[in-house]
């Protein structure tokens, strides 16, 4: 059952990230070069990505940085608040129709929700400890830091409460700061989850 979760896991991530990649493209609103860049600047789609490189390395046994203690439960973490962003703040700023809305769905509710159900059927207790995750907090830190720096060279952001020319640098900080925080919160209730659950098995 695992190795078919895992299977599933891969073509489902990738399917979705190269149909969102070539639905970008053709709506693009800009040259080709500065779509893709913007396509990467995303966390919705380097998080997704992640998601897909964890599926892959499962199937493939390559990438051992995603078979180290935490790698686990922190991309867990990291698609649980891609989730919660987008229900809580994004949902209600676009109606996409169509192929987009099934993309849209599969990126931000499906996607976060399997690798939650993955995680909960198949974390292992090396996964249920905060030190080892901790260094993962690392890439939402040089995400927000790439953004802020390209998004003042630029002038795009990719979200509105990161977009600093239109609410201003102090509120920008407190958004990141609120999702940083949200982020160790959600890290420690999964090690907490995890706990009882590995109890409970034993």
């Not at 070069?33 to 998080?47: A, H, K, N, Q, V």
């Not at 292992?124 to 790439?146: D, G, R």
């Amino acid at each position: 059952m695992k190795k078919k979760a895992e299977i599933i896991g891969v073509c489902v991530t990738w399917l979705t990230i190269i149909t969102q990649f070539v639905l970008m493209i053709l709506n693009r609103q800009t040259d080709i070069p500065e779509t893709i860049i913007r396509f990467f600047s995303f966390f919705t789609i380097l998080t997704n990505t992640l998601v897909a490189l964890y599926f892959t390395s499962k199937i493939t046994r390559t990438m051992s940085i995603f078979n180290k203690n935490g790698a686990l439960t922190a991309i867990t973490t990291f698609i649980l608040i891609v989730g919660l962003v987008y229900q809580i703040i994004l949902r209600a700023t676009w109606t996409p129709t169509g192929l987009q809305l099934i993309v849209d769905e599969l990126l931000h509710t499906i996607i976060p929700v399997y690798m939650l159900v993955y995680w909960l059927l198949y974390a292992k207790p090396n996964n249920f400890k905060l030190k080892p995750i901790l260094p993962w907090l690392a890439y939402p830190v040089i995400y927000i830091t790439y953004i802020m720096i390209r998004g003042k060279l630029s002038g795009f952001y990719p979200y509105p409460f990161l977009n600093v020319s239109k609410i201003g640098l102090q509120q920008s900080i407190i958004n990141i700061s609120i999702i940083l925080i949200v982020s160790l919160i959600l890290m420690s209730f999964l090690i907490f989850v995890g706990k009882k659950i590995k109890s409970i098995k034993l």
